[in-house]
């Protein structure tokens, strides 16, 4: 096919939205369309081209052969494509960086150190997403982020940042009015509950912790629930309970005497920890170079600070709880 006779970009774009997903609809809500109009588009890419490229099954759509051939070159045509654009921008925003995080790290760990690099950085401008999905770096202009998970993303950089640990915390207040001296006193307390979307199986939630400590009559289902790690560790401030708190989340609360670990727990390691990425079809601004270099500095430190480990942990997982 001559140069000039390439298909409409629109098309392409179509195309390579509804390969990804394998959806007409998600490809429609990613691209701001309707359903309607991704199918033209397909359809219109289909005539220029002379060959099926989805099987539609019902409300099903399936690739064909010709459409799984050309969808993984063409979505790292528009990768490029991307990165292209990024650069001529480049010019204009030298001073930028955008960084994608959960919202409780987001909120809890990176924003109070935040303030620092800015003071140190006046040329550079830190953009913060806080977001539960992680970032397609395809679609988006997100610069880097940090995830919380196993390490295992393909297609990315992948740097580890921080380890995550859980320790049960509440507030000094609460404490000094009914003191808590071993765990079968949390009969008398209110748990708090993370219910996050990370799903962790190596993170306990109460039921799990009780029985690796050997406590009965402790009813852990009762207690509010939160969808997010930095609201349990603001109820547990606040004095409305007990919570097993992610030690890095809890981190400058601990710090700053608003939440005291109970029962000199040792930190309980989890297997998931904080990674920093980005993609590896870009190469890091100076700026951004810069940013990295001070979260790593940032992470070293809070690492070195934290408690010592506990050489061994309950495995929660293996007992089948």
Known sequence: MSRDRLPPLSALRVFEAAARHESFKQAAEELFVTPGAVSQQIR???DHVGVELFVRDGRRVV???????????LKEAFEKMFEATRLMKSGTQKGRVTVSAAPSFAAKWLMPRLYEFSAANEDIDVWVSADMAPVDFAVSDIDLAVRYGNGHYNGLHVEHLLPEAVVPVCSPLLFDAA????????????LLHDVGAEADPSCPDW????????????????????????????????????????????????????LKVLFDEKDKPLDYGYWLVWPQTREPTPAQVRFMDWLRGQAKASSDAAPKRADERPVFAAQDI
């Open 44 to 46: 219109l890419l289909e």
């Open 63 to 73: 690739l064909s052969d010709a459409g799984k051939a050309s969808a993984q070159i």
């Open 179 to 190: 003191p808590i001296r071993k765990a079968e006193d949390l009969a008398h307390h209110v």
């Open 207 to 258: 039921a799990m912790w009780l029985k690796a400590h050997g406590v009965e009559g402790v009813d852990a289902s009762r207690g509010p629930r939160f969808n997010q790690s930095s609201m349990v560790i603001e109820a547990a401030v606040a004095g409305r309970g007990v919570a097993l708190a992610k030690r890095t989340i809890a981190e400058a609360d601990l710090q700053a005497g608003r």
